[in-house]
């Protein structure tokens, strides 16, 4: 069950990539502002309640605010790396110079695209659960 007054990053936990990426993403979060989670780990009528379905989550990770806000791919990473003020000014370059935020776009996109493959490549174990 998704609680109130918490983030939320969810994540395919059937992508190597992006499980890899996950456990990055928990040991940057030493403040556990953060819960990081498969996608999988709720029952699709959860997520509903926030406009997003499994279909939305199997293409890009979702991140839900306490505020209740929906930020999907590259904007979802954005949102996290905007709550660690290390990353803030990296942020601020990402939207203030518009070609940045394209390059992060595709390369978000290319990535997401080719996730099965890329993780297989790295060896990191991806498709391995049953839809």
């Given at each position: 069950?998704?609680?109130?007054?918490?983030?939320?990053?969810?994540f395919?936990?059937?992508?190597?990539?992006?499980?890899?990426?996950?456990?990055?993403?928990?040991?940057?979060?030493?403040?556990?502002?953060?819960?990081?989670?498969?996608?999988?780990s709720?029952?699709?009528?959860?997520?509903?309640?926030?406009?997003?379905s499994?279909?939305n989550?199997?293409?890009?990770?979702?991140?839900?605010?306490?505020?209740?806000?929906?930020?999907?791919?590259?904007?979802?990473?954005?949102?996290?790396?905007?709550q660690?003020?290390?990353?803030?000014?990296?942020?601020?370059?990402?939207y203030?110079?518009?070609?940045?935020?394209?390059?992060?776009?595709?390369?978000?996109?290319?990535?997401?695209?080719?996730?099965?493959?890329?993780?297989?490549?790295?060896?990191?174990?991806?498709?391995?659960?049953?839809?």
């Amino acid at each position: 069950m998704i609680r109130q007054n918490q983030d939320y990053l969810l994540f395919d936990a059937d992508c190597g990539i992006c499980s890899w990426s996950s456990e990055l993403v928990k040991q940057m979060d030493a403040k556990k502002q953060f819960v990081v989670e498969p996608y999988q780990s709720f029952p699709e009528s959860e997520l509903l309640k926030f406009g997003i379905s499994y279909e939305n989550c199997s293409k890009k990770l979702q991140v839900i605010t306490r505020r209740k806000r929906v930020y999907a791919g590259a904007f979802g990473v954005n949102y996290f790396l905007w709550q660690k003020p290390v990353f803030r000014l990296l942020v601020i370059l990402i939207y203030a110079l518009p070609v940045l935020l394209v390059l992060e776009l595709i390369g978000y996109r290319l990535i997401a695209e080719n996730r099965h493959r890329l993780s297989a490549w790295f060896g990191l174990k991806a498709c391995v659960l049953r839809r």
